[in-house]
């Protein structure tokens, strides 16, 4: 530990740790390293190997989520100060969209710990298993756990392999039956603040290193199946299909249109299944999952209700089958103006302009907004890349970040939040 | 044997190899057996015991295709009818695409050897390994072998799996450099005639059993990559997105516009890889098939150049790259004109009409034309439907077919195709 902060730059600590963790990925050109996994255990026992490291007590709940608690000064108040963000990731991915914020955090009671210093209220690191939801297609299965917000049918949703959460958390060795005891209180909560890379050109864009975000945009996941009957490629006349892959084409252009339309609004086909996904076979059904996020809720629920209607009409049209399945639908998440403030103050305390923007992408956040205030503190990345391998932040960015994140908890005033 | 011919009825007893053949498959909803796979092994193993049983000799060639022979009667001429089709499928096919010429052709011989009958020329069935080309996505290479037509570049091509053409082979247990030998002298060659199922719904409306094929349809197959940077679905503003699926939507979009346009033309995409592959992630590539189809190689070439342009103005106007690759060109395959009349007397020597029909699919004629004059008998198949499990055809129906096929055969005047 002592060898740990014997590195005097936070930035070239924390990404030396960041590479370590990107190590334990299934094999691939980035990384990938899914819910409940073995690469998930492996990153929870590293994880976990930190917190202690760092003076922290470290438990497992029964979400696979990792806690680590580092306790308030004597007569400290209760509740705490949460602190971290995930450790799954989607397919090929970067290094630091998730484990950037763990291990930042982790560097930050590190430094605390190593001056022997507590505050006067506890503070606790989460490690969330799975946000990304690139396994189950559900997102926040972690935070939702934590917040108390997941449902039976959550636990029901099952992957590609046809295994259900709840196996899958059972297979890991954990009790589904128990997974209430994950979930907070409200009153144990002080607040939820997570650092994370922007994931997005912005602050590139104004050449600063970090950035406080106003709010984590309304988003909703749908996933659409499009039925018809597969046929010889050869045979059938052009004017007689019903190809349910053009009902799907028409439907993701229809969706990049309408997104277009509406400000700040974004919509994404990031998946498509086409069976049975043979050259010379007219498709007999088509899997694509619809992706929609927007600044506010009422500006995502005009893009919705326009897609729903294109949807139907598409299918209609082309004759072919639909079956729409809603698998997430999340509010916009506004961020605490006071914690805003305080990280505003923690960052024009480096000498940096405080920058607001919003987050374009989903956050633990957005659940963690149940349980208290929350707040986020955005990195840097190069060229706004994220979700691929080309993920980049520098440790001079990572020093400053790390930096603002340890002045904000020392200042932390939960009255302010 | 004997127990074989005791069913009177020939459609009857070869509906039920149908589905002797049919149960040796990949395990799923319809039959699956691809070239060079156990299931591949088997089925050549049971068709050999069959054409053995029906007084023929039997060997296997370097591609893997069954050949049995059964000699001409004493004195005979050289050279020989060959009849057959192929015993691979495409994924959840149907029993009859294929196995019926195959299994029908055994049952004329079985009937001529039950009643001792030899011909003044020698008759061999073939059954190919693969036609179809689901696994390695380039087709006939069971025809193309025995054709002399198949070039080292098909033995290059490799499956989803990157086993080569050629490894593959090796693994079967054949010799790759052996390959000539499977290559068929034209002077060897009197015709090639192939009993099948139509795919298409034309003798169904005509009220027919059975119809005569006037040409094979050219063909060709594409697969075109599209690629740009994966990036994060919330993040990046929908004007600046070069998003490859987008592009993919208008290219299939487009090649059901153009082919619509040209008579009797068809384009198909039944083939879509989009990767990562994650809901959340805006695609970083996507590789699709095309495969295009027209009466004549002028209306195909007329299609196809259409098509080049409009994929690289699609590819440019999104920003993504583009890579295509050709897979499969085949030209139109014109049957004889003498075999379609002597297949005519044999229908008509049924009471029935004989009707003329393009082939809308690609058949083993195709690559059989470079040895000699081919024809085609086509089978009533309900709806239309193939390359389904719904793949259906009657009792009744095969019986005229093989009747039709036998009186061909007994009749078959070399002098006149």
Request: a negative charge; proline letters at 6%.
């Amino acid at each position: 530990m002592a060898d740990y902060l014997s590195e005097s730059d936070p930035g070239t600590r924390i990404l030396r740790r960041c590479d370590e963790l990107a190590a334990i990925s299934r094999p691939g050109t980035g990384v990938t390293r899914l819910y409940l996994t073995g690469e998930h255990r492996a990153a929870m026992e590293l994880v976990s190997r930190w917190m202690r490291e760092a003076g922290m007590t470290v438990h497992t709940d029964h979400a696979a989520n990792v806690i680590g608690r580092y306790p308030p000064a004597a007569g400290g108040r209760n509740g705490s100060l949460l602190l971290g963000s995930h450790i799954d990731s989607v397919i090929d991915a970067g290094k630091y969209d998730g484990p950037l914020g763990v291990i930042a955090a982790i560097d930050c009671i590190a430094v605390l710990n190593g001056e022997g210093r507590r505050l006067p209220f506890g503070i606790e690191i989460l490690a969330f298993g799975d946000e990304e939801g690139t396994r189950f297609g559900t997102t926040l299965i972690g935070s939702r756990a934590v917040a108390g917000t997941l449902t039976p049918q959550d636990l029901a949703i099952r992957d590609k392999d046809n295994i259900s959460v709840e196996t899958a958390l059972r297979t890991f060795g954990l009790d589904p039956n128990a997974l209430a005891s994950a979930a907070r209180s409200p009153g144990d909560v002080l607040a939820y603040v997570e650092l994370h890379i922007e994931q997005g050109p912005v602050l590139e864009g104004e050449d600063l290193p970090v950035g406080v975000v106003t709010a984590i945009n309304a988003q909703t996941r749908k996933v659409v199946t499009l039925k018809s009957e597969a046929n010889h490629a050869g045979t059938v006349p052009m004017r007689l299909r019903h190809d349910p892959f053009l009902a799907a084409a028409e439907i993701a252009l229809a969706l990049e249109k309408t997104a277009s339309g509406i400000p700040d609004a974004v919509g994404t086909v990031g998946q498509v299944d086409v069976r049975p996904g043979a050259s010379n076979v007219i498709p007999g059904s088509v899997t694509m999952s619809l992706d929609m996020r927007a600044r506010t809720d009422a500006l995502l629920r005009r893009l919705t209700a326009a897609m729903d209607g294109e949807i139907e009409r598409i299918a209609q049209a082309r004759g072919v089958g639909l079956e729409v399945e809603p698998m997430l639908e999340t509010k916009a998440a506004p961020c605490s103006p006071g914690l805003i403030g305080q990280l505003d103050r923690a960052i024009g305390g480096s000498g940096i302009k405080p920058l607001h923007l919003p987050s374009g992408a989903g956050h633990d956040g957005m659940a963690m907004n149940a349980l208290g205030p929350i707040a986020m503190l955005f990195v840097r990345c190069k060229g706004g890349v994220s979700h691929s391998p080309l993920e980049s932040v520098t440790a001079g960015d990572v020093t400053i970040a790390a930096n603002v994140l340890r002045d904000f908890i020392i200042g932390f005033d939960p009255e302010k939040s």
